[in-house]
């Protein structure tokens, strides 16, 4: 979840190339409106990780769910993994795909 425009400035810069990640795609694959200002977003996130020796693609999916205020403003972003436990931290289900093998 995200308030405030620098804390999504910021959460959006984790979807370039970086120290932790190389060759980073995202894709949307379906957007649709749920009513009363909700808009949600089916999404595949993936990346080269190059801190790990063998330098696994790490792919990810998920929602993005979006609330809207009269203006058609974001109000409020909230980010569903579908490698995660409810409640999880990304990190920790990003994590245990990679050990484990669950992601590509």
């Not at 959460?11 to 370039?16: D, F, G, Q």
């Not at 909230?78 to 409640?87: H, L, Q």
């Amino acid at each position: 979840s995200y308030t405030g425009i620098d804390t999504y400035k910021k959460a959006l810069s984790l979807l370039k190339d970086s120290k932790i990640s190389n060759g980073v795609r995202f894709e949307t694959h379906d957007v649709s409106i749920a009513g009363n200002g909700v808009v949600r977003a089916r999404w595949t996130l993936s990346a080269e990780c190059p801190l790990l020796p063998w330098k696994p693609r790490v792919v990810f999916t998920g929602v993005s769910i979006y609330t809207l205020n009269t203006e058609g403003k974001v109000v409020k972003h909230v980010d569903i993994w579908d490698s995660c436990d409810e409640g999880e931290l990304p990190l920790i289900g990003g994590l245990r795909d990679i050990l484990l093998g669950g992601a590509g």
